[in-house]
């Protein structure tokens, strides 16, 4: 099933002077926040691939290890002004095809978290432009964590997505579950679903069906187009891949990474770090998803030390990184959490509630930084955007995969601290006792399975 492979560089254009060529580099991965990096790649690794987690665009002169296949570059393109995003996930694109990566991948959030002028259509199309790639895939589902794509609609955890918690996100509610309509007011080109009768029967008949497709959405082979196949089970995203992981520029959620990097990686093998680590934690939990919420409760059930931010602590400043290191700092692991009920959520929309997001951000991020500064090792931070501000703060740059806690949240060791030890989730990620779970897989000498 071929499509167009036209070379990203012209030809005599020399890679940038700035970035140093990785002698492995297959992949190369943009992520829209940082656990949806994280969750990437730790799919990556778990199919094989050496894999190296990046919170930002590298600095000028920093190169791969030799030995890393794949590259996650983490932005905050998600919900970014969609100019800067574009702009950001452009600039991503120029350092990995600098370091010699040959695929792509852009990693969006499998609940595909994004307004009608949200950044996911226009970041595709950017891309794609720039690879001069004839068509993509859209391709957002992740069976591990109960999202799937069954005739073109996203469901999460047996519901419509617009009928899922996320229709009440206080800065991306969805309320539309048709892929190809949530593309439709962002995306600039035509869409094709592929049910599970055309993925699964006769190549030839799904072939001829891609072949009219394509002529109409790109007559004369100009023009671009999105594909958008069923994905319910793992063995949907193998066929998935069997069929389109020659494409050189693949889009959506990880539930489709471990088999891309098992047909990719060129090596049998890949090492595992080791992820404990000695010395205290803190959990920090920005995220108002009932997952997160539900796991707040649990880890306060067991009698932990926990401290709730309240709307008027934080506007108001009483509730900033020193006054809350005084009151839980003693603690071996103490939560400190932002939460808010639906109703309270749909109240703080627009201004009010990005205002509150990022000072809530803003605070827990300086609290890490206090607590690590302080002689804490194991951070636990719940939230995309919360995760971001995060790995901002402490300014690390490069990470090492370590094992999942849940799928799409792995341990991610920094190269340069290795001595701590980070666990990042997506808001609706993880089992009800993540945290616990979290901090038994981190603490040294508790390990109950080879971890090292």
């Not at 969006?108 to 068509?135: H, Q, R």
């Not at 999105?226 to 069997?242: E, F, K, N, Q």
């Not at 636990?380 to 790995?391: D, K, R």
């Amino acid at each position: 099933m071929q499509v167009s492979r036209r070379k990203a560089y012209k030809d005599g254009e020399a890679p940038s002077e700035n970035v140093r060529r990785s002698s492995g580099l297959l992949l190369g991965c943009i992520a829209d926040d940082f656990t949806g990096g994280s969750d990437a790649a730790s799919f990556l690794a778990a199919g094989g691939m050496n894999t190296i987690l990046l919170s930002r665009i590298p600095d000028p002169g920093f190169r791969l290890p030799d030995d890393v296949e794949a590259a996650v570059i983490t932005l905050k393109s998600r919900t970014q002004e969609t100019e800067q995003a574009v702009r950001d996930s452009l600039l991503a694109m120029d350092w990995l095809q600098n370091a010699g990566a040959s695929h792509f991948y852009i990693k969006y959030c499998s609940t595909f978290d994004s307004t009608p002028k949200g950044n996911i259509g226009p970041v595709v199309d950017a891309v794609l432009e720039k690879l001069e790639e004839e068509g993509t895939l859209l391709c957002p589902a992740l069976p591990a964590n109960g999202r799937i794509v069954r005739d073109g609609i996203l469901y999460v955890k047996g519901l419509p997505l617009s009928d899922s918690p996320m229709k009440d996100h206080p800065l991306t509610p969805m309320w539309e579950s048709r892929i190809r309509l949530l593309m439709k007011p962002q995306g600039k080109y035509d869409a094709l679903e592929i049910g599970l009768d055309a993925l699964h029967g006769p190549k030839k008949e799904l072939e001829a069906q891609l072949l009219s497709f394509r002529k109409k959405a790109a007559p004369e082979g100009k023009g671009h187009w999105y594909l958008i196949p069923d994905h319910t089970d793992d063995t949907d995203g193998a066929r998935i891949v069997s069929l389109f992981g020659h494409m050189r520029l693949l889009t959506g959620g990880s539930g489709i990474l471990t088999q891309l990097a098992r047909r990719l990686r060129t090596k049998n093998t890949t090492t595992v770090p080791c992820c404990e680590a000695e010395g205290p934690a803190l959990i920090v939990a920005g995220s108002c998803s009932t997952a997160t919420h539900a796991q707040t409760l649990w880890y306060e059930a067991q009698g932990a030390l926990s401290l709730r931010l309240t709307d008027d602590g934080i506007l108001s400043g009483k509730q900033n990184a020193l006054s809350i290191w005084s009151r839980v700092g003693k603690d071996a692991a103490p939560l400190v959490y932002a939460y808010d009920s639906p109703e309270g959520l749909g109240k703080k929309r627009g201004k009010t509630g990005r205002l509150l997001a990022s000072e809530i951000e803003s605070v827990l991020a300086q609290t890490a930084v206090m607590a690590r500064d302080h002689g804490v090792t194991r951070i636990i931070a719940a939230g995309g955007e919360t995760s971001g501000a995060v790995t901002k703060a402490l300014g690390y740059q490069a990470y090492r995969i370590g094992v999942s806690v849940a799928p799409g949240v792995p341990v991610l060791i920094p190269l340069e601290n290795p001595r701590m030890r980070l666990i990042l989730k997506s808001g609706n990620f993880g089992q009800e006792d993540f945290f616990a779970r979290a901090l038994e897989i981190t603490a040294l000498g508790m390990s109950n399975s080879r971890r090292c």
